[in-house]
């Protein structure tokens, strides 16, 4: 259901041009696969709204084309427009197969290295601060470690591997992190700091190794005085950039410097990840970012509401916190909608509003796992992607993530059997034969088999549903 703020409606041919200018930017091939189906960009109160259909495509837009979307705005309307990605699951059914089975090419080829042409990215601008960061019951101590990692004095644990599902503040913290590091104060010299995506290391690595200048890598990762690494799942069943990654995380903390990760699960469940490595990982301190409790998500609410500069009411902003307990994205997507509806009926934001509009979309939410979370963790296991799990590629290991993924979703959320499918880009009658195959699983006791590039993998039904529904609850 498409939302629109007084004139957005004349402004269609203004989106249009945005995305031309976008599909030059990034190519046709990914433009077709992330933009054409399932998504819609907005203007929407001062900002690009962009709406997709579900979590995994959020991340992979905000992640990858944030830059390409603002720098698109700027072109063809001016500066000043923030972009802004929000999950709007009334999209789902415009999404195609055939494109959820180029986005799982797409994230394949990111993934693996074997992507031979690459978008034009934007120039990397750190967005996040540790000073902005609402601090609650279910983030504080990994608050207080990201603190410590930038402390003047040397922190007592390296690394830090921060993990959690998608929109909890991970990314937030690592930023912060590299932030606050640019500008500490009374350092002898300017203190040499990177944030980046594994996905961005193993496509440089893999470029300078083609190109025969490892040298030229390794002396531009190796004397970094902090390195910062997000989604570190996806060095995931890539053995030469996990053992490049070992040698160079080996060598920065020999020398007293500090390595700080982030990951959607803990790094023991991180399918296909050496051995070395997990025990490098788990040697300093691991700590799991849970989704806010209500008066975390109060205060988001709050300064997200300044910031977008909205009157919302404090009982609106309570019922909301109260129903809604999922990510940080999904609590701003909510603000967005109460705005549009607001400006469209011409009055303010009342709970009457917040209650009658927000009704179905808080009932389709109201569980605290979320599709999103169970897919994230199911695909670092088995060492796929989501976006694996959306195509219809049917070898074994992607058939049993899936199988599992749509069980655990019956399992541990109030999702019905059409809407796990829509949110999956299957149809009703294969979640209920996955959720039938997975009970006669569970109930015969069976062995679960899977294949990984060290080999066949195996695992009993019950004990590997009761491991993941652990990191999932």
């Not at 004139?7 to 077709?32: C, H, K, S």
């Not at 640019?182 to 203190?191: D, E, F, H, N, V």
């Not at 959607?264 to 301190?285: K, Y």
Request: charged fraction near 25%; hydrophobic fraction near 45%; charge should be positive.
């Amino acid at each position: 259901m498409t939302m629109a703020m007084g004139p957005l409606r004349a402004d269609q041919d203004v989106v249009q041009d945005i995305l031309t200018e976008l599909q030059d930017r990034i190519g046709p091939q990914r433009f077709n696969a992330w933009f054409k189906h399932g998504v819609e960009i907005r203007l929407e109160d001062g900002h690009v709204n962009v709406a997709v259909p579900n979590p995994f495509v959020g991340n992979w837009i905000e992640t990858h084309y944030r830059g390409p979307i603002a720098e698109a705005a700027e072109t063809r309307i001016g500066p000043g427009r923030a972009v802004i990605v929000t999950i709007d699951p009334d999209l789902n059914g415009k999404l195609r197969q055939g494109q959820l089975d180029k986005q799982a090419e797409i994230v394949e080829k990111a993934t693996t290295g074997r992507s031979r042409r690459r978008p034009r990215q934007a120039a990397c601008v750190l967005r996040y601060s540790l000073s902005d960061f609402v601090i609650g019951e279910s983030n504080k101590l990994a608050y207080s470690a990201a603190v410590a990692m930038v402390a003047p004095s040397a922190a007592p644990f390296n690394p830090l591997f921060l993990y959690g599902p998608c929109g909890v503040g991970k990314t937030h913290l690592l930023q912060g992190i590299c932030n606050a590091a640019a500008r500490s104060a009374g350092t002898p010299r300017p203190i040499a700091c990177r944030y980046l995506t594994a996905e961005a290391f193993t496509n440089d690595f893999l470029t300078c190794l083609r190109r025969k200048s490892l040298g030229d890598f390794r002396a531009r990762y190796r004397q970094l005085d902090l390195l910062v690494i997000d989604d570190v799942h996806f060095l995931a069943a890539k053995k030469a950039t996990q053992d490049e990654f070992l040698h160079t995380f080996n060598a920065i903390d020999a020398a007293g410097r500090r390595v700080v990760m982030a990951s959607d699960t803990h790094p023991r469940l991180v399918g296909d990840l050496n051995e070395p490595l997990v025990s490098r990982f788990v040697a300093g301190m691991v700590v799991k970012i849970q989704a806010p409790d209500r008066s975390t998500r109060l205060e988001i609410l709050r300064r997200r509401a300044t910031a977008m500069k909205l009157v919302v009411p404090e009982d609106v902003l309570d019922y909301i916190a109260m129903h809604l307990r999922g990510s940080v994205r999904e609590l701003e997507g909510t603000l967005i909608k109460l705005a549009a509806l607001s400006a469209l009926s011409g009055g303010p934001i009342t709970l009457r509003l917040a209650s009658d509009a927000l009704a179905e979309y808080l009932a389709r939410t109201d569980s605290v796992i979320t599709l999103g979370d169970i897919e994230a963790v199911v695909a670092a296991f088995f060492g796929v992607t989501p976006a694996d799990i959306h195509s219809s590629r049917r070898i074994r290991t992607v058939s049993t993530a899936r199988m599992v993924a749509m069980y655990l979703a019956r399992r541990h959320t109030r999702m019905s059997f059409p809407e796990i499918g829509r949110f999956m880009g299957k149809n009703h009658s294969s979640v209920v034969l996955a959720v039938q195959r997975m009970e006669r699983a569970l109930a015969e006791g069976k062995e679960l088999l899977w294949m990984t590039p060290a080999g066949k993998k195996s695992m009993p039904a019950p004990e590997l549903v009761e491991m993941l529904g652990a990191q999932v609850t």
